[in-house]
């Protein structure tokens, strides 16, 4: 390999790369990192190559100098954004731009540690709520929000390890609070008569027939058109699902099922 880069052996399956991605435009010293491969041989040198490629293209990202902030932004951008459906994208970006970068957004990612973690949990738990007036009390986030940002960093940092900006995802090491199982309220069938009775007439009537007929979602109760239903044959085809966000609502193909009964008094999908 060329003086810019070689491959060492660290392990069975791991390599240590070096490469140099020239001087410092300030101190004239060589930048000189150093990337884990776990694989073969090959891979590595192919990693190599990458990167020399990257530093020569100005699209090399330093992991030395990248603050946790700077790279959630680029993980909501370059992974969530084409991952994740629009609504859940809108969930993480809240989490990141109000809990985590506030808290850890100045750490340098490469410098992360599990202590600075715990310590963000505890403070969110403890104070993690904004106070509304003066008067009011700091109140914390309850366990169950907490479980969320911890579900979210997590998965950030998973990203981040296999991008290899970080050697290993701290949050691995930090345990998430623990929720408290609220168990759901379920309409029991007795209740059915009472609860259709009472919204005969009014708009929800209609909705409400559908979705207990059929098991359908608001999502998808919502993106349903004409074509989707055939009054004569008592079918209904659900092939969409509506996501509203703040930026627009957009429907997607998510789910195709059918209800085969009559409108009114649908089986259960």
Known sequence: ????????????NSWRVKFDLGADPVTGRRLTRFVTVRGTRRQALAELTKLLRSADTGEYVDPAN???AEFL????????????????LQRYAGIVRMQLIPHL??????????????????TLLREGRCKKTEDAPIAGLSPRTVSHIHRVL????????????IALNVADSVDKPKADDKEV???????????LEALRGKMLYTVAVTALGTGARRGELLALRRQDIDLAAGTMKIER???QTKSAACASSRRRASAESGPLNCRPM
């Open 105 to 122: 957004g100045e750490i340098k990612i490469q410098k992360l540690q599990a202590d600075r973690v715990a310590e963000m949990y505890a």
């Open 241 to 243: 699902t509506l996501e």
């Open 73 to 88: 932004e680029r993980w909501l951008r370059d992974w969530a954004a084409v991952n994740v459906s629009p609504s859940t």
């Open 66 to 68: 990248t603050t946790v």
């Open 1 to 12: 390999m060329s003086g810019r880069g070689n491959v060492t052996r660290r392990g069975r």
């Open 154 to 165: 997590h998965l950030a940092l998973r990203i981040a390890a296999k991008w290899k900006l």
């Open 185 to 195: 309220e379920i309409i029991q069938a007795d209740a059915l008569p009472g609860l």
